[in-house]
């Protein structure tokens, strides 16, 4: 899973592409198969407020026309093809080590600023 913080800058830049990758970004990061709603309520707890404005519904079904996800009788669920419209986006290593560097930086940062003395 990524970070609230990765999935919001990833959700908005695939934005500039369409609506579509965002949607799914965010279905990949729910257990499967997700309500619409649940989507939508993903999408404004990590900030990307826009996807309050879309036709989600309407998102998905395009997206199962086209194979990337399935609408089963309790929800969505990301298929293969579905998957590598945001695999680049979603790399749960990649985030891992991101937020690992992150909070190294920040541990010697503060080593820095206030030394203990021993």
């Known amino acids: 899973m990524l ?3 990765t999935l919001l800058l990833s ?3 695939l934005a500039r592409t369409g609506q579509r ?3 799914l970004l965010l279905l990949s990061q729910l257990s499967q198969p997700a309500p619409t709603l649940k989507i939508r309520e993903k999408g404004v707890s ?4 826009t996807i309050s404005q879309w036709n989600v519904t ?3 079904k395009a997206a199962a026309n086209d194979g990337q996800v399935a609408q089963l009788a309790d929800g969505w669920r990301l298929l293969g093809p579905g998957f590598k419209v945001v695999e680049n986006h979603y790399r749960p290593e990649a985030a891992i080590i991101s937020e690992t560097r992150h909070s190294l ?3 010697l940062l503060q080593m820095v600023v206030s030394p203990v003395v021993v």
């Open 46 to 49: 990590i900030g990307f407020r």
């Open 21 to 23: 990758p965002p949607v």
């Open 11 to 13: 959700a908005q830049e």
């Open 58 to 60: 309407a998102i998905l």
């Open 105 to 107: 930086r920040t541990h």
């Open 3 to 5: 970070s609230d913080e």
